[in-house]
């Protein structure tokens, strides 16, 4: 049963345009929202979160919006660039339990010059 | 400040051979994981240790031992190595009290192939 779901395994945009990643969370007791981005050989790092009591948060290109009714949050990226291309992972955690998180299986963004 | 460290970086084991994979970090944090990724899987829990002296099991913790050796490191053991534990494992740490939203930072990794 996978709590975190992101259904598409991979996105390619053009340079300058808006990369849009998408995930779907079955259980409505997380408290954060999280996305992390990955290179190639490398560990996740941490990009940008979103409180489950809030419906926006933006950090330079980056904005997550939460729609919690839907259970759905998304990731916009704008302008996109060459250097944005990873693979984005969403994540669902909670206080208890340590911050145990769940992550989804990932989307491979490709950003083309 | 070297963050989540791992060692080894690259493994080849033969099945039922055993080692154990290494994990420090150095932000005082309280809590450690480690994960497994697989293709189209994404980060699955195997162990986590919320904090010094205590562990629990994750998502998928057969075949797997974890020791909070103490708050710095935290090591995962395979006793007899599957064809099935060929993964990349990622060690994290965080600290619920100083991130309420539960940011975790990552080691690079250690790809492990077992034959």
């Known amino acids: 049963d996978q709590q975190v779901k992101q259904n598409s395994p991979s996105l390619s945009v053009q340079e300058g345009r808006i990369s849009i990643l998408n995930c779907d969370y079955t259980?409505?007791?997380?408290?954060?929202f999280l996305w992390y981005k990955k290179y190639p050989a490398e560990g996740p790092t941490f990009l940008i979160s979103?409180?489950?009591?809030?419906d926006k948060n933006e950090d330079g290109r980056f904005t997550v919006f939460l729609n919690k009714s839907a259970k759905h949050l998304s990731l916009h990226i704008v302008p996109s660039q060459p250097g944005d291309s990873a693979v984005y992972f969403c994540?669902?955690?909670?206080?208890?339990?340590?911050?145990?998180?769940?992550f989804g299986a990932g989307t491979r963004l490709f950003v083309k010059a | 400040n070297a963050g989540v460290t791992q060692t080894p970086k690259f493994q080849v084991l033969k099945t039922g051979q055993s080692m154990t994979l290494q994990c420090a970090q150095d932000m005082n944090h309280n809590s450690m994981y480690w994960y497994r990724q697989d293709p189209g899987m994404g980060l699955r829990l195997i162990y986590y240790?919320?904090?010094?002296?205590?562990?629990d099991k994750g998502e998928v913790p057969n075949g797997y031992n974890v020791s909070r050796l103490n708050k710095r490191e935290f090591s995962l053991r395979l006793e007899s190595a599957a064809p099935s534990q060929t993964s990349v494992y990622f060690c994290?740490?965080?600290?619920?009290?100083?991130?309420?939203?539960?940011?975790?930072?990552f080691g690079p990794g250690t790809r492990l192939t077992v034959l």
């Open positions: 259980n409505s007791m997380f408290d954060y």
């Open positions: 979103i409180s489950s009591i809030k």
């Open positions: 994540a669902a955690s909670g206080k208890t339990g340590g911050f145990k998180t769940i």
């Open positions: 240790s919320a904090s010094e002296g205590t562990t």
């Open positions: 994290a740490s965080t600290d619920p009290g100083k991130g309420a939203r539960g940011e975790q930072f």
